[in-house]
Each structure stands twice: as C-alpha cells, then as structure tokens.
C-alpha cells in the first residue's frame, strides 16, 4: 500500500549530537532511536534515557516506540512501557524507559547505540459513547485463556 503522500515526521535535535532517526534498511517500518549517554542495568534494573530528539508526530498517526528484538533476545533489554505512545501533541525529548530483563547479566548500552524504534501508524478518529448494555456477541466476557491454552 502506498501513499501518494506519505506523513511528514518533524524531527528537532535537543542534543547537537543526536542522530536523526533513520531505517536500517531502505523500507524498514521502524527508525532506530539511539541513546544519547550510555548506561549500566543490573539485573532487572530500570532506567529512563533520553535520545536527544524532540519530534511531532502528524494529526492522525501516533508514534509507537518499541525494542529492538536482537538487543531484547540477545541481552534481555527491553522497553518498560513496551510499546510506547507518543501523541501528535507531545513536543518534549523521546526518552526510552529501559529495562534489563536477563536474571543474572549486566547490560552496557553505550551512547550512540540503537535501542528502540519509532514506528507511524495511523489512528482512526472516534465519537465516545456511554451506554448501559454492550451489544451481544460471539466471544462474549470470555478473557484470559478463553480460547484454550
């Protein structure tokens, strides 16, 4: 599917030494954010690091941050709030809240390292309605497990 236009996204260096976030390969959903000062977590150790970037994301798209699956498979490190939500209105720095998941090892992420990325996707607008009975359907209130395991 492609647009004639695709969004805009504003890009705005807090840190004259942040990196534009880009795609590792041409046509690659996501655009690796990287960290702006490295980093030490312990085993299970959280920690909020900024990427030096301000952006605004385009009426109609929110911007989901998510972890990069080599960084999360091969060391454990992994996104908190995985995936982020950066709304259209938002101008402050994207800062990544990390987490070390792996038991036992230390995680070195250092400055300049790739460690998330920021995808676009459109959002369908909507009109909120209170109601006092949800219509009926298949599933039910069947949740967790409900479908089998």
């Not at 996204?9 to 990196?19: F, G, I, Q, S, Y």
């Not at 950066?86 to 990390?98: F, K, N, Q």
């Not at 460690?115 to 219509?135: F, R, S, Y």
Request: no cysteine; net charge negative.
């Amino acid at each position: 599917m492609s647009q004639a236009h695709p969004p805009e996204l504003l890009v705005k260096r807090l840190d004259p030494e942040a990196e534009v976030p880009a795609p590792a390969r041409p046509g690659d959903a996501g655009l690796d954010l990287k960290v702006r000062e490295g980093a030490l977590l312990m085993p299970g150790e959280r920690r909020i690091v900024g990427t030096g970037l301000a952006v605004a994301i385009p009426p109609g798209y929110a911007g989901l941050v998510l972890p990069r699956s080599g960084l999360a498979s091969k060391k454990g490190l992994t996104l908190a709030n995985s995936p982020g939500l950066i709304d259209p209105g938002y101008r402050g720095e994207v800062r990544l809240a990390l987490v070390n998941l792996d038991r036992e090892e230390v995680v070195e992420v250092k400055k300049g390292e790739r460690v998330a990325q920021l995808v676009l996707v459109p959002v369908a607008g909507l009109e909120l309605k209170e109601v006092e009975e949800l219509p009926p359907s298949e599933r039910g209130e069947g949740g967790f497990g409900s479908t089998g395991v």
